[in-house]
Nanobody, 123 residues
Framework: QVQLVESGGGLVQAGGSLRLSCAAS????????MGWYRQAPGYQRELVAA????????RYADSVEGRFTISRDNAKNTVYLLMNSLKPEDTAVYYC????????????????WGQGTQVTVSS
């Protein structure tokens, strides 16, 4: 059974940093692309960042490019999202996702979603 367990969310002031972690189990982690989506109240879920199975390819939303960094540790079955220079508009529930296909991760069709972790950025 696939499990994606996010952690690291919380309340932070604008300009601050957080690092989200997603511990994965139930599948061969190194075979899958991974990603982070977010959803703010009243908005659709959007792709924040994605990383290929080997970690050589990444993609970021324009709104986070240069501030967020996605990485993975295939030995620990964990994907990370380092978020710097946080802004109030980054406030959302952040979801970890996975799929065998890079295309599925990057086009909102992942096979599995985590339960989400709340990130709140105060101004």
């Amino acid at each position: 059974q696939v499990q994606l367990v996010e952690s690291g969310g919380g309340l932070v002031q604008a300009g601050g940093s957080l690092r989200l972690s997603c511990a994965a189990s139930g599948f061969i982690f190194s075979f899958n692309a991974m990603g982070w989506y977010r959803q703010a109240p009243g908005y659709q879920r959007e792709l924040v960042a994605a990383i290929s199975n080997g970690g050589r390819s990444t993609r970021y939303a324009d709104s986070v490019e240069g501030r967020f960094t996605i990485s993975r540790d295939n030995a620990k079955n964990t994907v990370y999202l380092l978020m710097n220079s946080l802004k109030p508009e980054d406030t959302a529930v952040y979801y970890c996702v996975t799929a065998r296909s890079w295309l599925d991760v990057t086009t909102a069709r992942p096979s599995n979603w985590g339960q989400g972790t709340q990130v709140t950025v105060s101004s």
